[in-house]
């Protein structure tokens, strides 16, 4: 059984940092992008960073991160994090860790219905 859990959720003040990770457990699953999205209440989930498990690890970033926000893998590919800095107020949210399958060829990094396997949110709150 695939299972992603994130962490590293938190309180900070604006112009701060944080770092969410995404640890991914189940036999012999890589997915092939996994990315981070977040949602606010009454909004629609947002797509804000996706990495690729190939060799060149390729990124994508919602707009409204990019500059900010970074996206990685460790080696072993198990694990995702992403680096938040300068954040603001708007960045508020619960953050959700997402895996694609494994064999999926994925055209829209960024978008949900890319994505099969979801962690439970990590709350992220920037105050001002």
């Known amino acids: 059984q695939v299972q992603l859990v994130e962490s590293g959720g938190g309180s900070v003040r604006a112009g701060g940092s944080l770092r969410l990770s995404c640890d991914v457990s189940?036999?012999?699953?890589?997915?092939?992008?996994r990315a981070w999205f977040r949602q606010t209440p009454g909004k629609e989930r947002e797509g804000i960073a996706a990495?690729?498990?190939?060799?060149?690890?390729?990124?994508s970033y919602a707009d409204s991160v990019k500059g900010r926000f970074t996206i990685s893998q460790d080696n072993a590919k198990r694990t995702v994090y992403l680096q938040m800095n300068s954040l603001k107020p708007e960045d508020t949210a619960v953050y959700y860790c997402?895996?694609?399958?494994?064999?999926?060829?994925?055209?829209?990094?960024?978008?949900?219905?890319?994505?099969?396997?979801w962690g439970q949110g990590t709350q992220v709150i920037v105050s001002s």
């Open positions: 997402a895996g694609s399958p494994p064999l999926s060829y994925v055209v829209r990094p960024l978008a949900p219905s890319e994505y099969q396997y």
């Open positions: 189940g036999y012999n699953y890589i997915p092939k992008y």
């Open positions: 990495i690729g498990s190939g060799a060149s690890s390729s990124t």
